[in-house]
């Protein structure tokens, strides 16, 4: 089966899930790159609900093809001695045993089809399986995610093992963040550290949670997470491997400055 065959082949299971989607899906062009598009906005729109084994063996080979042709970083990619680093790029592709995902109170991931957020390019690369999972977390839970806790999954078809997903406070345009907001940030980082450690796990990666669409400040959110990482490593003699993934200019910037600080240094 060619990749574009594989592609149409999941689009059209979806779409016999979701026959209201149909006529609009069949206006897209039927090259491979306008296909796999719509096989993802597909994806980001589908709610939880049974998966069919059909759907995810087909599925799972070209989430894990392309993957492996993304290329996979791992630590020894990105290098140095220090026990926190920092690297910019793709954070789907980081081989480590959790990543982080900023995620939003539903924890179901971003149904916005191919929305630009890190939380629809997670979902969109571990597979809808990551959907299922964070479904039933939050049918025992039986509410939203409060601000600043975290929850843990597998993370499928990603490079990581895991993903814990927390949600960070949402700052309004034109404001600045309030002490309130600023320590739910930090407790985005320390409960995020603390599932990281009842699961013994040895490397995590963080993006820059809230900032972005949810407007928190990129310095001041970088040195409330460098911060909070710093003493519970120093509080909790963790030997845990933390990088700061980052994937915008600004923010590569601000945590380079950080780290080369040596006030900043574990």
């Known amino acids: 089966m060619t990749r574009l065959e594989q592609v149409q082949t999941l689009i059209e299971i979806l779409l016999n899930e979701m026959p209201e989607v149909k006529t609009k899906a069949e206006s897209v062009p039927k090259d491979l790159t ?10 980001n729109i589908r709610p939880p609900m049974p998966l069919k084994s ?27 001695k220090s026990q926190i680093k920092t690297w910019q790029g793709d954070i789907t592709r980081l081989d480590v045993d ?9 924890l179901l991931g971003c149904f916005a089809p191919l929305h630009n957020c890190i939380d629809n390019a997670i979902h969109s690369a571990a597979g809808l399986q990551l959907r299922d999972a964070c479904n039933k977390i939050m049918e025992v839970q039986g509410h ?18 895991f993903v814990i997903h927390t949600v960070g406070p949402i700052i309004p345009i034109n404001r600045q963040p309030t002490e309130e907001e600023e320590s739910l940030l930090a407790s985005c980082y320390e409960n995020c550290l603390k599932i990281a450690v009842i699961n013994r796990l040895k490397s995590i990666a963080f993006c820059c949670i809230s900032t972005g669409e949810f407007h928190f400040p990129n310095e001041l959110a970088a040195n409330i997470a460098l911060k909070t990482v710093k003493n519970f490593i120093i509080e909790n003699n963790c030997k845990m491997i933390v990088i700061f993934n980052t994937f915008k200019d600004i923010d590569t910037n601000i945590y380079k400055e950080l780290l080369n600080d040596n006030n900043n240094k574990v």
């Open 34 to 43: 306008s296909q796999r598009q719509l096989l993802r906005a597909l994806m």
């Open 54 to 80: 059909s759907f995810l063996t087909l599925q799972d080979q070209l989430l894990q093809t392309e993957t492996k042709e993304k290329g996979i970083v791992t630590l020894k990619d990105i290098g140095g």
């Open 98 to 106: 959790a990543i982080v995902n900023a995620a939003n109170s539903a």
């Open 144 to 161: 939203e995610e409060p601000t600043g806790k975290a929850k843990i999954t597998p993370a499928f078809n990603l490079s990581s093992k």
